[in-house]
């Protein structure tokens, strides 16, 4: 599996933009960019993926860089509900019905602190 | 929906203890996933069952049993718990075996092997 990089932690203020950046520069042209949070105590929660246009929900709006090696996800207005770990995954979209399909690489992700 | 319920939410046991965890999904979602989270690190896939009927191995599955025993249910067993699995469990489901429908996860157990 392709590998991402994300910084350890940010801080951000309450009701202020935040921009969570993730490398993948060894991405391959078939791996689904996906974000999931997990917030304290709770399991991961889907937040949004996509492969090369930028993408939005409710929750967020996924950038990706026109040559696919980073990507940023972007809270509009940080809430202190947003205070959680931020997970960036490459899924493979050619998954083999033999192999390991639901084996996301979540990593260690960006621990996001949000202050009032 | 109640989404993924596990149960229970802590445990302790000793070592050598057996034990089961509970998972159930009221989504109608085909796959199920157990994980494990230690501390510092990310979520490590144990066992996944892709349809009711059939189970594979993950990541780490050595002292782990796994039962999907209807399309709601998939139970993770420890035999004979030992202190390296003291950890966070996460159940997890999908809907289908598409590429990138979501995982929804429970919100985990937490166990401790003395």
């Known amino acids: 599996d392709a590998k991402t990089t994300q910084p350890n932690s940010m801080e951000s203020n309450e009701e202020e933009p935040v921009h969570l950046p993730c490398n993948h520069s060894?991405?391959?042209?078939?791996?689904?960019i996906h974000w999931y949070r997990q917030l304290p105590s709770q399991g991961p929660e889907y937040v949004i993926h996509?492969?090369?246009s930028n993408v939005n929900n409710r929750m967020a709006s996924l950038a990706i860089a026109e040559d696919r090696k980073s990507s940023t996800l972007i809270l509009h207005r940080a809430t202190l509900r947003d205070a959680a770990v931020y997970y960036c995954i490459l899924r493979d979209v050619i998954e083999n019905y033999g192999g390991s399909q639901g084996n996301l690489i979540f990593g260690k992700g960006t621990k996001l602190s949000v202050k009032p | 929906n109640a989404g993924v319920t596990q149960t229970p939410k802590f445990q302790v046991l000793k070592t050598g203890q057996s034990m089961t965890l509970q998972c159930a999904q009221d989504m109608n979602h085909n796959s199920m996933y157990w994980y494990r989270q230690d501390p510092g690190m990310g979520l490590r896939l144990i066992y996944y069952s892709a349809s009711e009927g059939t189970t594979d191995k993950g990541e780490v599955p050595n002292g782990y049993n796994v039962s999907r025993l209807n399309k709601r249910e998939f139970s993770l067993r420890l035999e004979s718990a030992a202190p390296s699995q003291t950890s966070v469990y996460f159940c997890a489901s999908r809907e289908d075996r598409g590429y990138n429908s979501p995982l929804h996860f429970g919100n985990g157990t937490r166990l401790t092997v003395t």
């Open positions: 060894t991405i391959s042209g078939t791996d689904y």
């Open positions: 996509g492969l090369t």
